[in-house]
T-cell receptor
Framework: DTAVSQTPKYLVTQMGNDKSIKCEQNLGHDTMYWYKQDSKKFLKIMFSYNNKELIINETVPNRFSPKSPDKAHLNLHINSLELGDSAVYFC?????????????FGNGTRLTVT | GDSVTQMEGPVTLSEEAFLTINCTYTATGYPSLFWYVQYPGEGLQLLLKATKADDKGSNKGFEATYRKETTSFHLEKGSVQVSDSAVYFCALSEGGADGLTFGKGTHLIIQP
């Protein structure tokens, strides 16, 4: 069973479109995250959600909006897509916010904006 | 703020060579330290972790020791295999909602 699953795996779209990426975890974890990985493999945290409450937002444009219908899901909506949004987006979850709680990652969604 | 610095890649080695990937960190408190591995086309997988000074994390032949005095967490393996080719990320966590702070990743290439 996949612990953290995200769909789609690949997403190709044009500038100006609106798209969503879905994420689900079956680990019973309390906290979920979205990370962006650029072409140089650098990982930057975008959001984290704990018990359906947004905890942080790391200077991400408001075109990006996380939505969590329940504890097991954290979807990412992106409006008015731009070329610079092209990247791999990773969903992750952890059991708690404690520093000893490792993150479990999905396999990523490669977004290409043309 | 917290930061993690790791050696730039790519690092290219022959099979059975000894591996060291350096990682140093800056943090305000006493973080937990992690190494993650990313195989092509996949997400990050936890490789090993250490939660306090002098702890040694180990997994799949990889080891790293939490050195508080040098703020380091270098990754080592005695004999690498082609299947170890991947991108390796050093990371730290001080808890709270900030998740993990990652280094920039080191691309490791093992040649047969």
């Amino acid at each position: 069973d996949t612990a953290v699953s995200q769909t789609p795996k690949y997403l190709v779209t044009q500038m100006g479109n609106d798209k969503s990426i879905k994420c689900e975890q079956n680990l019973g974890h309390d906290t979920m995250y979205w990370y962006k990985q650029d072409s140089k493999k650098f990982l930057k945290i975008m959001f984290s959600y704990n018990n359906k409450e947004l905890i942080i937002n790391e200077t991400v444009p408001n075109r990006f909006s996380p939505k969590s219908p329940d504890k097991a899901h954290l979807n990412l909506h992106i409006n008015s897509l731009e070329l610079g949004d092209s990247a791999v987006y990773f969903c992750a979850s952890s059991q708690a916010q404690g520093q000893n709680s490792p993150l479990h990652f999905g396999n990523g969604t490669r977004l290409t904006v043309t | 703020g917290d930061s993690v610095t790791q050696m730039e890649g790519p690092v290219t080695l022959s099979e059975e060579a000894f591996l060291t990937i350096n990682c140093t960190y800056t943090a305000t408190g006493y973080p937990s330290l992690f190494w993650y591995v990313q195989y092509p086309g996949e997400g990050l997988q936890l490789l090993l972790k250490a939660t306090k000074a002098d702890d040694k994390g180990s997994n799949k032949g990889f080891e790293a020791t939490y050195r508080k005095e040098t703020t380091s967490f270098h990754l080592e393996k005695g004999s690498v295999q082609v299947s170890d080719s991947a991108v390796y990320f050093c990371a730290l966590s001080e808890g709270g909602a900030d998740g993990l702070t990652f280094g920039k990743g080191t691309h490791l290439i093992i040649q047969p």
